[in-house]
């Protein structure tokens, strides 16, 4: 194995040892790696076409924190000495390998419980004396064993070496975010699991075929239960409900039915937002569903029922002591960080009613919500300050998008240092955005554009934080941009709107903008293939809600070309969204 961060061409330890059985030197050239890897190198090359803020995005989520081998030794002793042997801890503890025992079941038709794979993760220092590790997973195999053949095939494939990134702060938007990159650059989902005995989720992919490593599995380790994020990753969920398959296809009945089912789930997840179950429940301690009622006001019978439902679909989980809520369903909980709850409510509230008339929208090209609500939802929502306050709160529940966007290159060049740079944020709701941004760069300045009855909102937002008095107030519309200024952003805007009001809105932009100024869309763009995306899913939304779409990167060039602007590039960022660049011609 190279022992340099600038040799890239690694090559799994099977390849290196002179012996491929000799597991010494497998597990030596295994440590010699681990020991020498940089973060940022190691993932430009495992993820060919990853540079620039991407790189820097998945480098400040991720870390390099292990790479895997899978030894046989004749029983523990010989183990304990063969890490010795290589500088590594020779009393490392051994736990259960879930994980890895199930794939070894599969792949050689043997019962699980006939394998007793145990994993140790013997420390070591990275270059910047950073903690890391060597997993090593051990099946004792005896001579003359049974096992044997197992072990000589796995020696020789070394299906089960791969290299592991730590998910530093895992939540199910964060996760569902590095997956999302992983894929875009080629990398396939290749299994998983959820080991109980140490609270930890691991991601599994086959690395792109122009990966710069010889490793051909890489894994993203995110503490605690992650399973509902898991069952997407590994394909299982068929319909938006959420139900993980059984092995093998489903028949087509029983594919559509749970396909149909997808109107429940979304009414349930509504109603345990609106009992406020989550704030009930917390995740360490069950809770009996009678107590439960009695705490939420129900019936104890249904509420039993919702909360088995619940359980199939990853929010709540049962166990001996009561239900436990999952990641997913704290995020129900009106308090926690980056809540959901006012999205559910939207969800399973006006945008739920609406999309019963989705068959009129697709026959008249009449948005549904016009159809039932007689007028378009912005001006609906304004004439019911509560709604309009719960569809404010839940765009804010999608903030998590921004997380990368503060460390943009037009908006850290904007801050450097000896300038004083105003960012504007057009129809930037409370206020989220902006302060991301001003927070991460002291020496801008910003302007808020947006209708009156939302400025007051954003005023005692953004009042709260460090960056108030950075921050000036514009009421109006798309047609009172403010010119001079250097950077402007669009964050889920156009997306609202067909394309002629999408090019009224980019001609007042451009209009305003200095020549050396930048423009900064934020927006989920379409594939251009049939790869699943949560932008397909969001544009028949946008059809069914507002008249607007979602769009390719190509249409969005086309219209910015329309009004003397280039695009210059974009960038992903969570949730499926991207950060476009544009300038004027």
Not at 562 to 570: I, T
Request: aromatic share 6%; with cysteine; glycine share 8%.
């Amino acid at each position: 194995m190279p022992a340099t961060t600038t040799t890239a061409t690694t090559t799994p330890t099977s390849r290196t040892a002179a012996n491929a059985g000799d597991d010494a030197e497998r597990l030596s050239a295994t440590a010699a790696f681990v020991r020498e890897q940089d973060t940022s190198v190691l993932l430009s090359r495992v993820l060919p076409g990853l540079d620039g803020p991407e790189l820097r995005a998945l480098t400040d989520r991720c870390d390099f924190a292990h790479a895997a081998v899978l030894v046989f030794p004749p029983d523990e002793q010989t183990l304990r000495t063969d890490l010795a042997a290589c500088g590594l801890p020779a009393d490392a503890q051994a736990q259960p390998s879930v994980v890895v025992r199930e794939r070894l079941a599969a792949r050689h038709r043997r019962k699980p419980a006939d394998l007793d794979v145990r994993i140790l993760r013997p420390g070591v220092r990275g270059p910047a004396e950073e903690h890391r590790a060597v997993e090593v997973f051990a099946l004792t195999v005896p001579p003359g064993s049974g096992l044997s053949g197992i072990a000589a095939e796995e020696r020789r494939l070394d299906h089960e070496a791969h290299l592991a990134f730590d998910v530093a702060r895992p939540d199910p938007l964060v996760l569902r975010g590095l997956l999302a990159s992983f894929a875009r650059h080629g990398a396939v989902a290749d299994g998983g699991g959820y080991n109980p005995h140490e609270d930890g989720t691991v991601f599994y992919f086959t690395a792109p075929a122009d990966t710069k490593t010889a490793y051909r599995r890489v894994e993203l380790y995110a503490s605690g239960d992650h399973r509902d994020v898991l069952s997407e990753h590994l394909g299982r969920p068929l319909a938006p409900a959420g139900h993980a398959r059984r092995a093998g296809e489903p028949q087509p009945a029983e594919a559509l039915l749970w396909l149909l089912t997808g109107a429940w789930s979304t009414q349930a997840l509504a109603a345990c937002a609106r009992l406020r179950l989550p704030e009930a429940m917390n995740r360490r301690t069950g809770v009996d569903s009678s107590e439960l009622a009695r705490t939420v006001g129900a019936d104890p019978n249904s509420l039993a029922t919702l909360l088995r439902y619940l359980a199939m679909l990853g929010v709540v989980s049962e166990g001996p002591d009561g239900f436990r809520l999952t990641g997913v369903g704290a995020l129900l909980d009106a308090e926690a960080p980056g809540s959901m709850r006012p999205l559910a409510l939207m969800y399973g509230g006006p945008f739920y009613q609406s999309f019963a008339h989705l068959t009129h929208t697709v026959r008249s090209g009449q948005p549904g919500f016009e159809h039932l609500y007689g007028e378009n939802h912005f001006d609906h929502f304004a004439r019911d300050p509560e709604l309009a306050t719960l569809f404010d709160q839940s765009m804010v529940s999608s903030a998590a998008m921004f997380d990368a966007l503060p460390s943009h290159p037009v908006l850290t060049a904007a801050a450097a240092p000896g300038r004083s740079r105003t960012v504007v944020d057009i129809a930037g709701g409370t206020g989220e955005l902006l302060g991301r941004i001003l927070t991460a760069h002291p020496a801008l300045r910003g302007i808020l554009l947006e209708r009156p009855q939302v400025l007051a909102a954003a005023r005692t937002y953004l009042a709260a934080t460090d960056v108030g008095e950075r921050c000036a107030y514009r009421a109006g519309d798309f047609a009172d941009v403010p010119p001079g200024a250097d950077v402007y952003i669009l964050s889920r805007v156009l997306h609202d709107w067909d394309d002629d009001r999408c090019r009224s809105i980019l001609r007042h932009c451009a209009d305003a903008m200095p020549r050396h100024a930048d423009l900064l869309v934020v927006e989920r763009l379409l594939p251009a293939d049939d790869t699943p995306s949560l932008a397909t899913a969001w544009d028949l939304h946008m059809m069914c809600n507002t008249g607007g779409r979602e769009r390719t990167v190509d249409h969005y060039a086309r219209l910015f070309e329309d009004h003397g602007l280039e695009l210059v590039g974009h960038t992903p960022l969570a949730l499926g969204a991207h950060a476009l660049h544009a300038r004027r011609i």
